[in-house]
């Protein structure tokens, strides 16, 4: 196909750098005064429609779409069409196709580099640009400690918690909603409530209810309806407002009949979704529609209210509090963060990965007491998110980078050996869990089924094992015996002085966390013996499979080792139905 001859051709190639900024000075002054009058308005509650929105960054400097029919990228020039789109690079403006422009950086609303701005996509030349020289990160403490300190303005529409008692309103709907229900209608059907209204009956109506025909604009954001826009009224303050701005999350209900006692039939109600609200939703129940910020207000309201009635109904536990047991995994994960920092341009960080996402996992096994401690590690598991999406990003960027400029020969040379060291891996790790495992079992006479299982699970792997090692031409017997050697080391501590085991004790003093999987607390060995042995063996084990698992996920592709993950699947499967239902012979079946 022709190329149009009228349409301007840049000689990418020849291009010396780029433009250091794609805007003029006037234009970055202007940008940075509307920032700061945009943050000004939003702080002081008078943000309007047309300042800056500082999520979107600036298209100035892009090139027009009819003046490019190729990509720019002169290895590629790959012709445009229905098929193949223009992709705009975010940071130089320049057209490519998306292959092209597969790749990201953190750019700031001027399409500078910024190191504290989003993500956006640029091409290849400006993703291998050096550190940016221009952009700073700024602290805007004081900015914030200042505004905070003004005095607050009064909303001019909307509802005001501070004015409104959420308190009384809830105590209104839980009463009418009895009243309405009837004692004697307990067990009837509920096709009266759930037939459509033409209008909320009166107990459903706060003291400041607003008609619908009142106003024209949504009473939270302030956008118009429109002639589509449907109009709503929140059953906690009475304020209108538009479906955006609203949920239907609110219930009332009447629990249901449990095993051990009678059908309670005080009505109450909760926030779905939400800690404190029935697990199972209710057979006899009524949802209502309720406005952002009277549903935050309830959601505080009742996750306090759930964590003083445990206050009253806790037992004793022997776990750690919530506080102490965060600051231990905190340590950990930023241990782990320093490493892949340190090596993340040059090293193979599939283990430190792993490692970093079985450590974020366990943070959700804490049980927060407070609303604080909700709050703080639902704020730490987001932040590590988004620490592990960015650079897993780039890892696997720098890896297809890698293959690109690697021959094929080569490449399979080394995964053929990171796939042997992950199977071996895995098997070091599943004959030493049993090992453990089974003699914790023989010395406080419990069932030895654990032990037994994972012992099978290894004798699998050993099977992919053996494969690898004589595809590498060596001997599997003295492979198998050096690997016993190791095992032998790790537990014992004690070196043989042969070679194997000298390479051993080497290893145990390089990485001493690694030398037990399976560490009972000696304390409560001694206070309650088996009885804690069964409970903490299942748990133990399940974690230590499923760090297996993902490690030899990471290493490996997905054709590689099927019957070995096949198994770790199976034993991690059945140690989670073990601990669930408290029985070792499920690991029978």
Not at 83 to 95: D, L, M, N, S, Y
Not at 546 to 556: E, P
Request: hydrophobic letters at 30%; one cysteine or more; aromatic letters at 8%.
């Amino acid at each position: 196909m022709a190329t149009d001859v009228n349409a301007p051709q840049v000689d990418y190639s020849n291009t010396s750098s780029v433009p250091k900024s794609p805007v003029s000075e006037s234009e970055w002054q202007k940008w940075i005064h509307l920032e700061f009058q945009g943050f000004r308005g939003l702080v002081e509650g008078g943000h309007e429609t047309g300042q800056l929105d500082v999520q979107n960054i600036t298209k100035t400097h892009w090139v027009n779409n009819y003046e490019r029919s190729e990509c720019v990228n002169p290895k590629c020039k790959k012709k445009f069409s229905l098929t193949e789109r223009k992709h705009h690079c975010r940071r130089c403006g320049e057209i490519f196709c998306w292959s092209c422009t597969s790749f990201q950086r953190r750019l700031s609303v001027l399409a500078e580099p910024d190191p504290g701005g989003k993500q956006y996509k640029v091409c290849y030349r400006c993703y291998d640009l050096g550190p940016q020289t221009i952009g700073k990160v700024h602290s805007h403490t004081s900015v914030f400690e200042h505004y905070r300190s003004l005095p607050k303005l009064p909303k001019q529409n909307g509802c005001d918690n501070e004015i409104l008692d959420v308190k009384a309103e809830r105590r209104r709907l839980i009463t009418g909603f009895e009243h309405f229900i009837g004692n004697s209608k307990v067990w009837s059907t509920m096709t009266d409530l759930m037939s459509p209204l033409s209008s909320a009956p009166d107990w459903q109506r706060s003291q400041r209810w607003t008609f619908k025909s009142g106003t024209d604009k949504c009473q939270q954001c302030d956008q118009p309806f429109g002639w589509l826009g449907k109009k709503y009224n929140c059953k906690v303050c009475g304020c209108v407002v538009c479906a955006m701005c609203s949920t239907t999350d609110l219930l009332l209900y009447i629990p249901d009949k449990d095993k051990d006692r009678d059908r309670d039939t005080k009505p109450r109600l909760a926030i779905i979704k939400i800690i404190g609200c029935p697990e199972v939703e209710p057979d006899v129940h009524l949802y209502l529609r309720v406005c952002n910020t009277c549903k935050d207000e309830l959601e505080s309201l009742q996750i306090e209210e759930h964590q003083i009635m445990r206050e009253y109904t806790r037992e004793d536990s022997t776990g750690q509090e919530p506080t102490p047991a965060l600051l231990t995994i905190q340590g950990k994960i930023v241990n782990i963060q320093s490493k892949i920092d340190s090596q993340l341009p040059r090293g193979d960080l599939s283990d430190h990965f792993t490692n970093f996402a079985f450590t974020v996992m366990s943070v959700k096994q804490i049980e927060a007491r407070t609303p604080a401690q909700q709050t703080v590690i639902k704020n730490l598991i987001q932040c590590k998110f988004g620490y592990y999406h960015d650079n897993m990003y780039l890892f696997r960027q720098l890896k297809k980078r890698l293959e690109a400029v690697t021959p094929a020969d080569v490449l399979e040379r080394i995964q053929q050996i990171v796939d042997k060291n992950a199977i071996n891996g895995a098997y070091l790790v599943t004959i030493q869990v049993a090992y453990e495992t089974l003699d914790l079992c023989m010395k406080y006479k419990v069932n030895e089924q654990i032990p037994l299982r994972i012992r099978t699970t290894s004798e699998v792997i050993a099977t992919e094992l053996k494969q690898c090692v004589l595809v590498e031409r060596e001997d599997w017997e003295k492979h198998r015996k050096h690997t016993e050697d190791f095992v032998k080391t790790q537990l014992t501590g004690k070196s043989s002085g042969s070679k194997v085991n000298k390479h051993s004790k080497d290893s145990m003093k390089d990485g001493d966390e690694a030398v037990r999987f399976v560490r009972p607390s000696k304390r409560l060995l001694k206070e309650k013996g088996s009885e804690y042995l069964e409970k903490f063996l299942p748990e133990r084990c399940h974690e230590v499979t499923l760090q297996v698992i993902l490690q030899l996920n990471a290493k490996s592709s997905d054709k590689k080792f099927k019957s070995s993950k096949e198994a770790l699947k199976t034993l991690l499967s059945q140690l989670r139905k073990s601990i669930e239902c408290e029985d070792w012979d499920i690991l029978d079946n």
